[in-house]
Nanobody, 122 residues
Framework: QVQLVESGGGLVQTGDSLRLSCVASGRSFSAFTMGWWRQAPRKDREFVAGISWTGDTTRYADAVKGRFTISRDNAKNTMYLQMDNLKPEDTADYYC???????????????WGQGTRVSVSS
């Protein structure tokens, strides 16, 4: 089992940037495909971005392509989500997630963090 703790959320204005962090503990961080999901008010949770254990492969939801960048530092057991040019529709609780493959990361990760809230005002 892996434990995940997110940080970095906050209240920003349209066009601002934020960087979310996810620190993992427990099983070997480098063995996992990692990713971010989000859940906006009154909406279902949705996949945002994923990164392979080597960092060589990344995936993004269409809504964030070109604005968000996912990365990881296996030596620090930490994953990041750099969010630029934020929009009000990015307002959501953001969850760090772990899985075994990118396909499972996009469909149904098996470990979740507790979430960090991002609010973007217009």
């Amino acid at each position: 089992q892996v434990q995940l703790v997110e940080s970095g959320g906050g209240l920003v204005q349209t066009g601002d940037s934020l960087r979310l962090s996810c620190v993992a503990s427990g099983r070997s961080f480098s063995a996992f495909t990692m990713g971010w999901w989000r859940q906006a008010p009154r909406k279902d949770r949705e996949f945002v971005a994923g990164i392979s254990w080597t960092g060589d492969t990344t995936r993004y939801a269409d809504a964030v392509k070109g604005r968000f960048t996912i990365s990881r530092d296996n030596a620090k057991n930490t994953m990041y989500l750099q969010m630029d040019n934020l929009k009000p529709e990015d307002t959501a609780d953001y969850y760090c997630a772990a899985s075994d493959t990118m396909a499972n990361m996009e469909a149904e990760p098996y470990s979740w963090g507790q979430g960090t809230r991002v609010s973007v005002s217009s």
